[in-house]
C-alpha cells in the first residue's frame, strides 16, 4: 500500500487522514493516510523518515508551511507565490511542492457555491499567510478587483507589492487599511483569512461593505457561526460559507496530483459541514 501522511505540529484536529481515507474508499485507491506530529524543530528530519519508510507525499500543515518550500527540490510557482507549500510529492529522491490552499478556495467558491469570481468585486480581509496563498489562484479566475485590506496597511501594501513586482495582478490587486473600507464600496465576495475568528473577535468593518448578493466566506471551519460571519449576516449579507469546502477542494487536489483521480467532494463536505448558527 502506498503511503502518505499529514504533518503538522499539533496534528489531532487534523480531518486529513478522515477525507483522504474517504477518497481512497470511494476512488478504490491502495493507500493509507495517517497523521504525523513533527517536533518544532524536527520538520525536514520526520519526512526524511516518512520517505525513507517509503512515503510517496504528505500534506503540510501549521507551522511547516514555509519550511515545506524550503525542503522540495522543485516548488510550483503558485507554491512560490504562496511563500508556503501544503503538499509535497516524492519521486525518488526528488521532492515537488504545492500549494493546493488557494485553489480550494477559488473552487469552493466558484463551483460549490456557485458565486462567479470573474468579473466581480472581491474582498481579502488579512495579509498574512493564508491571504497570501488564496491570490494567485482568485487572480487567475478573473475578478475586476481584488482589494487586500489589512489592519497594518502597510503589510498589505508589501504583500501587493510583491505580486505586482513578480507580475501578478495589475490594476486589479490593490492593498487597503481596514479603515479604509467605508469608502469602499459594496463588494460582491468578502473572503476572512485574518485569524480574528480563531480569537473569537470581531473585525472593525463597515456594514456597508455586505449587500444581499454578497458572499461571506470565512476560511476557518467548524466553528459555527464565527464573529466575522455574525457579523456579515447583520449586515445582510445574501450568503455565508466557513472553509469546511476550502478544505476539501484542496485535500481533492492534492489526491489527484498524488495518484491521477480526481475524488468527488460534494458528499464529503456533506458529511464534515456543520451549521452556521
Ligand atoms: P496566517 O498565516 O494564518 O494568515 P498571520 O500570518 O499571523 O497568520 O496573519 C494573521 C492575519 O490576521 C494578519 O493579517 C493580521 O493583521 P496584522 O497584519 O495587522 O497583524 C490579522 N489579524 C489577526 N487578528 C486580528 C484582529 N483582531 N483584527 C484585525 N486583524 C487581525
Known sequence: MDRYAVIGHPIGHSKS??????????????????????PLDGFAATVDAFRAAGGRGVNVTLPFKIEACAYADEVSERARLAGAANALAFDGTRCRAENFDGVGLARDITVNLGHPV????????????????ALQPLLQAAPTLLLVANRSTDKAAALVASFHAQGWGHGVLRAAGLDELVDAGRFDIVVNAT????????????????????????????????????????????RLADGIGMLVEQAAEAFAWWRGVRPDTAAVIQRLATPLT
Open 118 to 133: 470573474a468579473g466581480r468585486r472581491v474582498l481579502m480581509l488579512g495579509a498574512g499567510g493564508a491571504a497570501r496563498g
Open 195 to 238: 485569524s480574528a475568528s480563531l480569537a473569537d473577535q470581531a473585525l472593525p468593518l463597515p456594514p456597508q461593505i455586505f449587500g444581499p448578493d454578497t458572499l461571506a466566506y470565512d476560511m476557518v471551519y467548524g466553528q459555527g457561526l464565527t464573529p466575522f460571519l455574525r457579523q456579515a449576516q447583520q449586515a445582510g449579507a445574501g
Open 17 to 38: 487522514p478522515l477525507i483522504h481515507t474517504w477518497f481512497a474508499q470511494a476512488t478504490e485507491q491502495a493507500l493509507t493516510y495517517t497523521a504525523i506530529e513533527a
